[in-house]
C-alpha cells in the first residue's frame, strides 16, 4: 500500500493556502466603481491592454455587434462614461476568469484521464492494467472537481459574476435597447435552465461510471472469475459513447459560448485534444513520480515509452486541429468568424503563438527520438511544457471574451492555479493510499507486467 509522504501533503496544503490567499486578493482589487477604473488606467497608462475603447475586444461586455462583425462605426464611438464602464466589466471578470479557467483546466485533466481509462477497458488493452490504479487516482479528483465547475457555473446563471455574457436577459429581449437578435436566436439552447441541467447530466454520468468502474475493478481483485472484469469491459464501452457526444456539448456550452456570436464545428475536438494530452501527460508524470519514490515497480521503461508515445501522438493531433480551424477560418475571412482570431492575434500575441510553440513545437522536438521516450526527467520536462502550454490555451479561450484587453498575469491567475495545483496534488495521492497500486486480479495483468516494446 502506498503512504502518503508528509512532505507531499505539506506541500500541497501550503499551495493551497497561498493560492487562496492571492484569489481572494484578486476579488478584493478589483474596482467596484468607473472613479476606481479611471484612476487605474491613469496609474498604469491606460491599462493592462493599450487602448480599451478599441471594440475588438468587446464580445464580453461592449457592444457584441462592433464585436462580431456588426457595426463597427457605432462601437468605436462610445462615450467616455460607456467605455470606463465597460472596463470595469471587464476588471470585475478577471478574477472569475482566471477562478474558472484553473477550476476547468484540472477538471478536464481528470476527464479526460477517465476518458483514456475507459478507452483501456473497452479495447481490453494488454499494456495498461499496471497503470490503472494511477489512473484511478488521478480520476479521484472528478467528483470534487465537478461540484466545484457546477457551483461556478450555477453563480454565473444567478448573475453573481459575469463572464458568460450571453446570460444577461435584456440581450434576448425584443423591447430592449441591448436585444442581440444572433444570441436570441441562438437562446433554444443557450438559456440557462437547459445551460445547468445539461451541466449536472454531463457531471452525474463521468462521476457514475468512474464510481462503478472503479468500484468493479476492486471486486476484481478478489474475485474467483472474470465477472466484473466484463461488466467493466460492457460499461466503459457505454461510457465512451455517452462520453463522445457530451465532451462536444460541453465544451461548446462551457467554452464556446463565451463568445455567444462564434462558432466552430472543431470545437469540440479541440478541446478533448488538448484533454488528451494533458491528462497523459499527468498519468506519465505521476507514474514517473511513484516510480522514483520506490513504488510501481511492475512498471518498466517500455510504459513510459508508450505513454510519451500517447504524449506525442495527441500533440500532434491537437496542432492538426488547431491548424485546421485556424487556417480554414483566416483564409475564408468571414468578420463574424475570423473577429475571433483577430482578438486573439492583436490583444494576446504572446500567450497566443507561445502556446502553439509549447503544445507542438517543444513536445515533437523533445519526443521525436524514440530513447528519449525512455528517459525519465525528459518526459518529465517535456511534460511541464505541454501542461502550461495548455493551461494558456485554456486561458486564451476565456479570456478574450470575458475580460478583453484588460488581461494580465497576476495574482488571481496564479493564485487560482496554485490552489486548483495543490488541491489536485493533495486529492490524488490521498486516492493512491486507499488502495494497492496493483491491480491483482485482471486477466492481462502476467501481459502488462511483462510489456517489452
Known amino acids: ?169 435584456e440581450l434576448v429581449n ?55 472484469f466484463k461488466r467493466n469491459f460492457k460499461l466503459s464501452a457505454g461510457f465512451l459513447v455517452f462520453f463522445i457526444y457530451t465532451e462536444s456539448m460541453m465544451s461548446w456550452d462551457w467554452i464556446m459560448s463565451f463568445d455567444p456570436h462564434w462558432f466552430s464545428t472543431l470545437f469540440g475536438w479541440y478541446v478533448f485534444a488538448g484533454m488528451m494530452v494533458s491528462a497523459i501527460t499527468v498519468i506519465a508524470m505521476v507514474t514517473i513520480f511513484l516510480k522514483a519514490q520506490g513504488h510501481l515497480e511492475f512498471v518498466n521503461d517500455s510504459h513510459i515509452h508508450d505513454l510519451a508515445k500517447y504524449m506525442f501522438g495527441f500533440s500532434i493531433f491537437w496542432t492538426y486541429l488547431w491548424f485546421s480551424q485556424f487556417m480554414l477560418i483566416w483564409y475564408a475571412n468571414i468578420p463574424e468568424e475570423v473577429t475571433y482570431f483577430v482578438t486573439r492575434i492583436e490583444d494576446y500575441k504572446l500567450p497566443f503563438f507561445g502556446m502553439l510553440a509549447m503544445n507542438f513545437i517543444f513536445p515533437v522536438l523533445l519526443l521525436m527520438n524514440s530513447d528519449y521516450k525512455r528517459v525519465n526527467w525528459f518526459v518529465i520536462l517535456t511534460g511541464i511544457v505541454i501542461l502550461a502550454g495548455h493551461y494558456i490555451d485554456v ?45 491483482k486480479r485482471s486477466p492481462f495483468m502476467k501481459e502488462s507486467k511483462h510489456f517489452h516494446y
Open 1 to 169: 500500500m502506498y503512504t502518503l509522504p508528509n512532505k507531499l501533503k505539506l506541500f500541497a496544503i501550503i499551495f493551497m493556502v497561498v493560492g487562496a490567499i492571492g484569489m481572494v486578493t484578486g476579488f478584493l482589487s478589483a474596482p467596484s466603481t468607473t472613479a476606481e477604473v479611471k484612476e487605474m488606467m491613469a496609474s498604469h497608462g491606460d491599462g493592462h491592454g493599450g487602448d480599451h475603447g478599441d471594440t475588438k475586444e468587446t464580445a464580453g461586455h461592449g457592444d457584441a455587434k462592433a464585436a462580431h462583425g456588426g457595426d463597427h462605426e457605432e462601437g468605436a464611438h462610445m462615450s467616455e462614461e460607456e467605455h470606463l464602464e465597460h472596463v470595469l466589466h471587464q476588471m470585475q471578470n478577471r478574477p472569475w476568469s482566471a477562478l474558472y479557467i484553473a477550476s476547468f483546466f484540472f477538471f478536464m485533466i481528470a476527464l479526460g484521464t477517465l476518458a483514456f481509462y475507459a478507452i483501456q477497458h473497452a479495447a481490453q488493452a494488454g499494456w495498461s492494467p499496471v497503470l490503472f490504479r494511477v489512473m484511478e487516482g488521478i480520476t479521484a479528483y472528478l467528483p470534487i472537481a465537478s461540484v466545484i465547475i457546477l457551483v461556478l457555473l450555477a453563480l454565473s446563471v444567478f448573475h453573481v459574476n459575469h463572464i458568460f455574457h450571453w446570460m444577461e436577459p
Open 395 to 439: 486561458f486564451n479561450m476565456v479570456m478574450p471574451a470575458t475580460v478583453g484587453e484588460s488581461w494580465y498575469i497576476g495574482l488571481p491567475e496564479i493564485g487560482s492555479l496554485m490552489f486548483f495545483f495543490g488541491l489536485f496534488v493533495l486529492v490524488v495521492f490521498t486516492a493512491l493510499t486507499k488502495a494497492p497500486l496493483l491491480a
Open 174 to 228: 425584443p423591447d430592449s435597447d441591448k436585444y442581440d437578435k444572433l444570441i436570441a436566436g441562438k437562446s433554444g439552447w443557450l438559456n440557462t435552465t437547459g445551460f445547468l441541467a445539461r451541466a449536472v447530466i454531463y457531471l452525474l454520468g463521468y462521476n457514475l461510471y468512474r464510481y462503478f468502474s472503479r468500484k468493479w475493478t476492486l471486486n476484481q481483485d478478489n474475485a474467483s472469475d472474470n465477472r466484473w
